[in-house]
């Protein structure tokens, strides 16, 4: 199966429930910005190349406020499940976490990693 033949509201559930289990807050508007960051990255494979412009810009036009402030709001939500997120979750899917010493991953880092695992999952269906 094709990550696009999913309807919206399917793909955005099944990101959903990925973010939470990483410990991404739900509260944070960062969340937000970053799931909807994820659903276009699972589309278009391109946009993670060109996250400064194409990303953050067409994320910030779907919420009506400014790319800087996407891109902030994204890197604050990652530092916070960095930080506090489930650590076998998180090293299942990046392969280190937070106990291994390694700084976080960077914002595209993070979102390609997600769209990737979504994408696979979604062909294994």
């Not at 909807?36 to 412009?53: C, N, Y």
């Not at 709001?73 to 090293?91: C, F, H, M, P």
Request: overall charge neutral; proline content about 2%; hydrophobic content about 35%.
């Amino acid at each position: 199966m094709d990550i696009t033949v999913l309807e919206d509201f399917e793909l955005e559930k099944y990101i959903t429930d990925v973010m939470l289990d990483i410990g991404v807050p739900a509260h944070l508007k960062g969340y937000h910005y970053l799931r909807e960051a994820i659903l276009l990255s699972g589309r278009d494979v391109e946009a993670v190349s060109s996250v400064t412009k194409l990303l953050y810009p067409t994320v910030a036009r779907h919420f009506k406020t400014t790319g800087q402030k996407v891109e902030r709001a994204i890197r604050n939500a990652i530092e916070v499940s960095w930080s506090r997120g489930n650590d076998k979750t998180l090293e299942g899917l990046f392969g280190y976490s937070s106990n291994s010493g390694k700084s976080r991953p960077t914002n595209s880092e993070y979102i390609a990693r997600i769209a990737d695992k979504i994408r696979l999952d979604v062909k294994s269906m």
